[in-house]
């Protein structure tokens, strides 16, 4: 940023840069149950811990992996995902991941980064 626009937002010396505080933060210390996860409202952000189930590829579009714990599954889709990409989630592997919840077309779950 440029001295300009930082003085516009009121910053104009080192301490005010670090004593501005961030609007917001997502809190990622404890993950969500899969099982848990009809409750939580869309568009909140996530931490969930699970084992892949299977994996979906589409070439050059999109990643579906589809995790499961508790009892239940849900879907986390990269758009524009590398084919290497689908290398780091092997069936049964156990994964963390965290994004924001939403609710498919179909009435599932699923995270979407």
């Known amino acids: 940023m440029t001295a300009a626009r930082l003085a516009e937002r009121g910053i104009?010396?080192?301490?005010?840069?670090?004593?501005?505080l961030?609007?917001?933060?997502?809190?990622?210390?404890?993950?969500?149950?899969?099982?848990?996860?009809a409750e939580v409202p869309d568009g909140a952000v996530?931490?969930?811990r699970g084992t892949v189930k299977r994996l979906h590829v589409f070439p050059r579009?999109?990643?579906d992996v589809f995790v499961e714990g508790d009892g239940a599954?849900?879907?986390?889709?990269?758009?524009?995902?590398?084919a290497a990409?689908?290398?780091?989630?092997?069936?049964?592997?156990?994964v963390a991941l965290a994004g924001p919840l939403r609710t498919a077309a179909d009435g599932t779950r699923e995270l979407v980064h």
């Open 12 to 20: 104009a010396t080192a301490r005010d840069l670090l004593l501005r």
């Open 22 to 37: 961030p609007r917001g933060y997502d809190d990622l210390r404890r993950p969500t149950s899969i099982a848990a996860l």
């Open 46 to 48: 996530v931490l969930i």
């Open 61 to 63: 579009r999109l990643l």
């Open 73 to 82: 599954t849900v879907r986390a889709r990269w758009f524009h995902a590398r």
């Open 85 to 94: 990409m689908a290398k780091s989630f092997p069936k049964g592997s156990a």
